[in-house]
Nanobody, 124 residues
Framework: QVQLVESGGGLVQAGGSLSLSCAAS????????MGWFRQAPGEEREFVAL????????RYADSVKGRFSISRDNAKNTVHLQMNSLKFEDTAVYYC?????????????????WGKGTPVTVFS
């Protein structure tokens, strides 16, 4: 019954920006930390950004720090990822995730639910 549905992926030129959204249903949204993960071809899924229940704490992978920003709207049951200064190496399928807290989610161990993913392709 828990559903996480991503949207906003697509093609974007290197240096450009893209915004991803995730709509959650079937859960008490504010009870969960949320995050974004990505998986590039031939690579394992990795954490990109995490946000605590009430947006007091965020955490970013070193590779995206300063370029990406995660946010959430508990009234709308949505979480977003604003991606700026995109690089070719950002190309991946991006997944929305819900979990217990950001510490346990970072390695995927604390993830309770996953979205199906939205692809992002960065070209030059």
């Amino acid at each position: 019954q828990v559903q996480l549905v991503e949207s906003g992926g697509g093609l974007v030129q290197a240096g450009g920006s893209l915004s991803l959204s995730c709509a959650a249903s079937g859960i008490r949204f504010s009870s969960y930390a949320m995050g974004w993960f990505r998986q590039a071809p031939g690579e394992e899924r990795e954490f990109v950004a995490l946000i605590s229940r009430y947006s007091t704490v965020t955490r970013y992978a070193d590779s995206v720090k300063g370029r990406f920003s995660i946010s959430r709207d508990n009234a709308k049951n949505t979480v977003h990822l604003q991606m700026n200064s995109l690089k070719f190496e950002d190309t991946a399928v991006y997944y929305c995730a819900a979990g217990d807290n950001i510490a346990t989610m970072q390695s995927s161990g604390g993830v309770y639910a996953w979205g199906k993913g939205t692809p992002v392709t960065v070209f030059s």
